[in-house]
């Protein structure tokens, strides 16, 4: 009867364990397989659309109050959030995807999404948010544009470009 409890008690040990284990495995290759998901389906995955949801209000809280500008602003994120992230990541490889993306998705004329391309792609303070976009690493991705914002590069490049 002892030996059956004892059995009893490392059978739920062992199923705890593999619990445990696959959680952490998933955590660890959480962006790889949401990659394999994208890829292999060809559609955005259900944290695809958290992040461009995010990524939506983050535009919608620039509204000024302006009735033109924020309509601009609205129009902008619901582009984005029809953008499959496969496109976003592509622009992140590629300056040229990446200033029609930038056209596509803002109220930025051909000229100045090429500008904006250029100045992301040949500064190297914005090497970092684009390899973790380009990898679909979107918490570094978040963490990057975070450091961005504290030290200013967002602001300078927003002035850069008048918006």
């Known amino acids: 009867m002892h030996r059956k409890q004892n059995s009893k008690k490392q059978t739920v040990f062992y199923s705890i364990l593999a619990i445990v284990v696959v959680l952490v495995l998933c955590v660890i290759f959480f962006f790889p397989i949401n990659n394999a998901i994208r890829n292999a389906t060809g559609n955005d ?45 592509k622009a992140a490889n590629n300056q040229q995807s990446a200033a029609k993306l930038i056209e596509k998705t803002s109220s930025m004329s051909p000229e100045a999404s090429q500008k904006a391309a250029q100045e992301i792609f040949t500064n190297p303070q914005f090497d970092q948010i684009r390899q973790s976009m380009s990898d679909g690493d979107w ?6 544009y975070q450091d961005l914002s504290k030290n200013g590069s967002i602001g300078t490049l927003r002035q850069e470009l008048g918006q």
């Open 139 to 144: 918490v570094k991705t978040y963490q990057n």
């Open 45 to 89: 995955t259900a944290s695809d659309k958290m992040v461009k949801s995010e990524l939506a209000k983050k535009i919608k809280d620039r509204k000024t109050g302006d009735p033109k500008a924020d309509e601009k602003i609205d129009k902008s994120a619901r582009i984005l959030e029809g953008v499959k992230m496969s496109e976003i990541m």
